[in-house]
């Protein structure tokens, strides 16, 4: 059974690598541009949608979609890009929750199960030197928030508040396993056909 993962995300892969599934991963190349008025929950569920319409593949194989923001009061945060933006965001988070929303897309053939998953992290206050020393030891320009919870960023949290951590790295497992599960299929009993 073919699994595509439409992203090419390392720390996407990272996580899908260890339910220890055979997949293979392509770029969708999606315009990622919020609609008017769009509000963050919409956003990611249609760019995970979207990605996982993008790609190529046999109408047996599983196609995996992703697309994730950070949300402060009411505005939508993408990635940083540049050590000036991330040095802003963690500025404007700092002492503060931040909410995250992963949009996540099953596609076999035309059917297409998605869901939006919510996840929020308590900053410590953080001091401009804690900051700098962050951003410019791990570099998270291409990371929503600008941070890597699964590296140093760690440590600029007191605290995390949602079932999936995965979720604040760009796909959440539990939720994938329940739209698995949309198809009959379980990830952990499974995982010999899926991995053929």
Not at 70 to 84: E, F, R, V, Y
Not at 133 to 147: D, H, K, M, Q
Request: aromatic share 8%; glycine share 6%.
């Amino acid at each position: 059974m073919e699994i595509i993962l439409a992203s090419t995300s390392p720390f996407r892969k990272a996580i899908l690598e260890n339910l220890r599934l055979r997949f293979s991963a392509q770029s969708p190349n999606i315009d990622e541009s919020p609609l008017p008025h769009e509000s963050p929950q919409a956003l990611v569920e249609r760019l995970a949608r979207s990605k996982a319409r993008a790609v190529d593949a046999s109408k047996e194989a599983f196609v995996i979609g992703s697309d994730q923001v950070a949300t402060i009061d009411g505005d939508i945060l993408g990635k940083p890009h540049n050590i000036t933006n991330a040095i802003a965001q963690l500025s404007r988070f700092s002492g503060r929750e931040v909410q995250f929303f992963t949009g996540l897309c099953l596609r076999r053939g035309d059917i297409l199960h998605s869901l939006v998953e919510p996840f929020s992290v308590q900053f410590r206050e953080l001091s401009p030197a804690e900051i700098r020393i962050y951003v410019e030891r791990e570099l998270p320009l291409n990371s929503a928030g600008s941070f890597k919870s699964e590296g140093l960023g760690i440590l600029l949290f007191s605290r995390l508040i949602g079932r999936d951590p995965n979720a604040l790295i760009g796909l959440p497992l539990i939720a994938l396993q329940e739209l698995f599960a949309q198809y009959r299929l379980n990830l952990l009993t499974d995982a010999p056909y899926l991995a053929q």
